[in-house]
C-alpha cells in the first residue's frame, strides 16, 4: 500500500510539473500572439489608411478605386497575420497557405463573371472613358452616367428610365461620349434645283451661319457643294458650336435655313444625310442629344 500511494504521488507530481511547463510554453505562445494580433490589426488599419491618402494624391485616381486597393491591402496584411500567429501554435501553416490557394481559386471560377465586371470597372476607372454626368452611347446601352462602381454603372436613359450596365459589357464596346469635348461639329445639308441660284443658295447658308452668335467662329463655318445627284444640288452647311449649343442650334439652323429660301421664293430641300435630321440609322444619337438638351 505504501509503495502504490508513493506511485500515485510520483505520478501526481510528475502530472503536474508537465502541466506547468505546458502552461508556462502556451501562456508565452498566447501572449505572443495576442500582441502579434493587436500589432498586426493596427498595422493593417494604418497602411490602409496611408495607402488611401497616397493614392488619393494621385491624379485620375477615382475615390472608389483606391478605397477598392486599400481594402485588398488591409484584409492580405490582417490574413497574414492570422498565418503568423497560426504559426506560434506549431500549425502547419504551408497547408493552410495551399488550402488558401485552392479555397481562391475555386471562388474565382464560380465568380468569373463577376470578377470580369471587377476587372472591368477599374480600368474604366483608371482610363475615364467616361465621367459621372457625362452622356454616353454603346451599342447596348445609352444614357447619362449616374455612377461608376466596381461590378456596373448606373445610367439615366433619355426617357427618364433607371439603367443599370455591367461594367464587362460597357469595357468590351466602342463607348461614344457626347459630352467629353468641348466643341461639336454639325452639318445641314440642303437639295438645290439646277434652275435656282447656288451662289444665293450658299451665301444664304453662309449669311444664317454667321448672324448666329452660337456658331464658333474658329474653325470658321463654311460652305460647299457636297455632290451633284437626282436632278439637284446638294449644298452643306459646316460649322462648329460648342457641345452645350449643339442641340438648340442644330434645331435652329434647320428652321431658319428654311425660312430663309421660303422667303426668297426658292423652297430649299433639306437632305436626309442631314445630321440635323433623325434618320433610321441615328435613332440612338437623336436620343443622346435630346438627354444632352435636357441636361441644358
Known sequence: MEQQAADVLL????????????????????????????????????????????????????????????????????????ITVLGQFGVQTASIIAALGAAGLAIGLALQGTLQNIAAGIMLLILRPFRVGEYIETSSVAGTVREIGLFATELRTGDGLYRLAPNSTLWNTPITNFSREPTRQNDVKIKVAYEDDIDLAMGTLMGLAKADS?????????????????????????????????????????????????????????????????????????????QAATRQ
Open 11 to 82: 505520478a501526481t507530481q510528475t502530472a503536474l510539473s508537465q502541466a506547468s511547463a505546458l502552461a508556462v510554453q502556451y501562456s508565452f505562445s498566447v501572449l505572443g500572439a495576442v500582441i502579434l494580433l493587436v500589432l498586426g490589426w493596427a498595422l493593417a488599419g494604418f497602411t490602409s489608411r496611408w495607402a488611401y491618402e497616397g493614392l488619393s494624391r494621385v491624379r485620375g485616381i477615382d475615390e472608389t478605386l483606391a478605397r477598392f486597393f486599400t481594402n485588398v491591402l488591409r484584409y492580405a496584411l490582417l490574413i497574414l497575420v492570422f
Open 214 to 290: 452660337r456658331v464658333l467662329p474658329s474653325p470658321a463655318p463654311s460652305v460647299f457643294i457636297d455632290s451633284i445627284a437626282d436632278g439637284a444640288i446638294f449644298v452643306t452647311l459646316r460649322y462648329w458650336a460648342k457641345t452645350g449649343d449643339w442641340w438648340s442650334l442644330s434645331r435652329d439652323m434647320v428652321k431658319r435655313v428654311k425660312l430663309a429660301f421660303d422667303e426668297k421664293g426658292r423652297p430649299a430641300t433639306l437632305s436626309d444625310t442631314s445630321d440635323a435630321t433623325p434618320t433610321k440609322k441615328s435613332n440612338g444619337r437623336t436620343a443622346a442629344e435630346k
